[in-house]
């Protein structure tokens, strides 16, 4: 699976869009890219994937770039409660074989007050 | 609430000793996937089972075994426990191999 690049940390106002990049330079044809977020010490939670349409759900906005070698992920009105570790996959959605997450470090979004 | 359930939320217990942690996967998912959460290893791939199959190994260690049963719930057997096993044990659920994965909020496991 193609290895992700994310920014560290990231500041956003509550109320305001948060937008979080991702790259993904060496991403294959077959491999979509996944986010998933993880409040501190819980579960990680999904919220989005796509292949190279942007996608959007209840949750969030995915934005692929036309070469896919990057993306964003847009939290329109951020609040307090989307303050976690942002992380950003990609694999290949292979049916009958295994399609394992592999996480990296992820992005710590800080919604500040 | 993800539908993922693992049991017990938390484990104390001593080195040396074996333990069995628990998930019961969303109804109907085939798949089970557990990771390790550590502080300096971030979350780590251990095994996936497929409707009772073992389907991929990530960095599991020889003392750590799991197993799906026919009711699809999967346990994770630690043994010989060391210090630094003391993580979160987090458990994940998906129907099919080109789905989401969906986790549960993990049991977190110390060993003193």
């Known amino acids: 699976d193609a290895k992700t690049t994310q920014p560290t940390s990231m500041d956003c106002a509550e109320g305001r869009a948060a937008n979080l990049p991702c790259n993904h330079s060496?991403?294959?044809?077959?491999?979509?890219v996944y986010w998933y977020r993880q409040i501190h010490s819980q579960g990680p939670q999904y919220i989005i994937h796509?292949?190279?349409n942007n996608e959007t759900n209840e949750m969030a906005s995915l934005i692929i770039t036309e070469d896919r070698k990057s993306s964003t992920l847009i939290l329109p009105h951020a609040t307090l409660r989307d303050t976690a570790v942002y992380y950003c996959?990609?694999?290949?959605?292979?049916?009958?074989?295994?399609?394992?997450?592999?996480f990296g470090t992820g992005t710590l979004l800080a919604v500040q007050p | 609430d993800s539908g993922v359930t693992q049991t017990p939320k938390h484990l104390i217990t001593a080195t040396g000793q074996r333990v069995t942690l628990r998930c019961s996967p969303r109804?109907?998912?085939?798949?089970v996937y557990w990771y390790q959460q550590s502080l300096d290893q971030g979350l780590q791939f251990l095994i996936q089972?497929?409707?009772?199959?073992?389907?991929a190994k990530g960095n599991i260690l020889e003392r750590f075994s799991a197993q799906q049963f026919p009711d699809l719930h999967s346990e994770l057997n630690l043994s010989s426990l060391e210090l630094g096993d003391s993580a979160l044990y987090f458990c994940?659920?998906?129907?099919?191999?080109?789905?989401?994965?969906?986790f549960g909020n993990g049991t977190r496991l110390t060993v003193t």
């Open positions: 994940a659920s998906s129907p099919r191999t080109d789905s989401p994965l969906h």
């Open positions: 060496t991403i294959s044809g077959n491999e979509y």
């Open positions: 796509g292949l190279k």
């Open positions: 996959i990609v694999r290949v959605n292979y049916g009958g074989a295994t399609n394992k997450l592999i």
């Open positions: 109804s109907g998912d085939l798949s």
């Open positions: 089972y497929y409707n009772g199959e073992e389907r």
